[in-house]
């Protein structure tokens, strides 16, 4: 079984500045993915960023970087010069890469980022 | 604008209403998946259709009855229901399908159906 553990309800960040929003997992696979979504007050899941197992290079999105750290088994957000669009849920989420019934992926509580003017 | 098409927006009904929920995606894709969510709280998987065939049930009560017509069609069939199953229903669909991959593959939602039972 997987478990994504975020473990900041909330957070603010001034407009312009960079945030990290922290993204914890555990599973007993060794090949899986992580992902970020967005989630605006409107309700669409936007998908932000990939980052596999076994990638050695932490994933990039335009402002948006994933601090991969493996043994640790952490996988933080990035988001660089903050704007007020960016204020949303954010979801980390994790899938293995093996097939049949737990090929599903598993959200973690997500985090309210607001950006202030 | 998304992908993945969602009707209705939002939608009344009462416990003893059928209604159904339509998702439409043109991506060509194969998994096919809805999603419950509740506010403040992140997605439950609910259903899951790989290749037009129901794959994953995550043990959801059969007031609740999904169909897969065809590869780009997902409806949610509804009867019956309770006030406690009021929440935001996404539907979503993606290249990875149970037969594991692509691995890089991420799920495409749609807006959601805001649903409130009376």
């Known amino acids: 079984a997987q478990k994504i553990t975020q473990t900041q309800p909330g957070m603010f960040v001034q407009e312009k500045e960079a945030v990290t929003l922290d993204c914890t997992y555990d599973t007993s696979d060794q090949s899986y993915g992580l992902f970020w979504y967005k989630q605006p007050s409107s309700g669409e899941m936007i998908f932000l960023i990939y980052q596999g197992s076994y990638d050695e290079q932490n994933a990039t999105e335009g402002r948006y970087s994933l601090n991969f750290q493996k043994a640790r088994k952490s996988a933080n957000l990035v988001i660089s010069a903050s704007q007020l669009g960016d204020s949303a849920m954010y979801f980390c989420?994790?899938?293995?890469?093996?097939?049949?019934?737990?090929?599903?992926?598993?959200f973690g509580k997500g985090t309210l980022l607001t950006v202030n003017p | 604008d998304t992908e993945v098409t969602q009707t209705p927006k939002h939608l009344v009904m009462g416990m003893t209403n059928k209604k159904s929920l339509k998702c439409e995606q043109h991506?060509?894709?194969?998994?096919m998946y809805w999603y419950k969510q509740k506010a403040k709280k992140p997605p439950e998987l609910m259903f899951v259709?790989?290749?037009?065939?129901?794959?994953i049930n995550e043990s959801v009560p059969s007031r609740f009855s999904p169909e897969c017509p065809n590869s780009s069609l997902l409806n949610l069939h509804l009867h019956a229901l309770q006030p406690e199953d009021s929440a935001l229903y996404l539907c979503?669909?993606?290249?990875?399908?149970?037969?594991?991959?692509?691995?890089?593959?991420?799920?495409?939602f749609g807006n959601g159906t805001r649903l409130t039972v009376t």
């Open positions: 991506m060509g894709h194969r998994a």
């Open positions: 979503a669909s993606s290249q990875a399908n149970l037969a594991g991959g692509p691995y890089n593959s991420p799920l495409h």
């Open positions: 259709y790989s290749y037009e065939k129901l794959s």
């Open positions: 989420a994790m899938r293995p890469n093996s097939g049949g019934s737990n090929y599903k992926l598993t």
